[in-house]
């Protein structure tokens, strides 16, 4: 996969204008990074690296407001190897800078899909499970199904 991450929610229709003009191309759009400090960016800043680094990603375009933040989280994700590139908003706009992130995420969709799958072995796959609200349904089929796959 390809994504385009926004660094922050005013960088989301960037994002995905972006992912609109290039099929197979994925946004992920989210509500946070602005007004966020500290830890809580901190968090952001680790999440959205870590979309970037994931083994399912060959490569990402990242795109925000503020320059920094935008070049930190690309330079966590290229120390993976991963193709990345950064777009600022700031100074360019949203069409500019849509139209620019477009040109390279085309670029990364060309180059992914040259890459051959590789397979791996179970051990290797994480797997990241979350308790859904509870019900009756839930608790007679859904968290003995996951317990089974789990295990």
């Known amino acids: 996969h390809v994504v385009v ?3 922050d929610d005013l960088s989301n229709r960037a994002a995905e204008g972006v992912a609109a003009l290039i099929p197979g191309v994925v ?3 989210h509500p946070y990074g602005r007004l966020q400090f500290g830890e809580d960016l901190e968090l952001t800043f680790r999440t959205l690296s870590g979309h970037g680094a994931n083994p399912n990603v060959y490569g990402a375009v990242v795109i925000g407001i503020e320059p920094k933040w935008t070049e930190r989280v690309a330079g966590e994700i290229a120390r993976t190897g991963k193709p990345v590139e950064a777009f600022s908003i700031e100074g360019h706009g949203d069409l500019r800078t849509i139209e620019r ?9 060309q180059e992914a899909s040259e890459v051959e799958r590789e397979p791996v072995e179970v051990r290797e796959l994480v797997l990241s499970i979350k308790c859904g609200e509870s019900d009756p349904t ?8 996951l317990g089974l796959v789990v295990d």
Do not use: I, K, T
């Open 5 to 7: 991450l926004p660094v």
């Open 27 to 29: 946004a992920l759009p």
């Open 138 to 145: 839930l608790g007679l089929a859904g968290n003995p199904a």
């Open 101 to 109: 992130a477009s040109r390279v995420a085309y670029r990364l969709r």
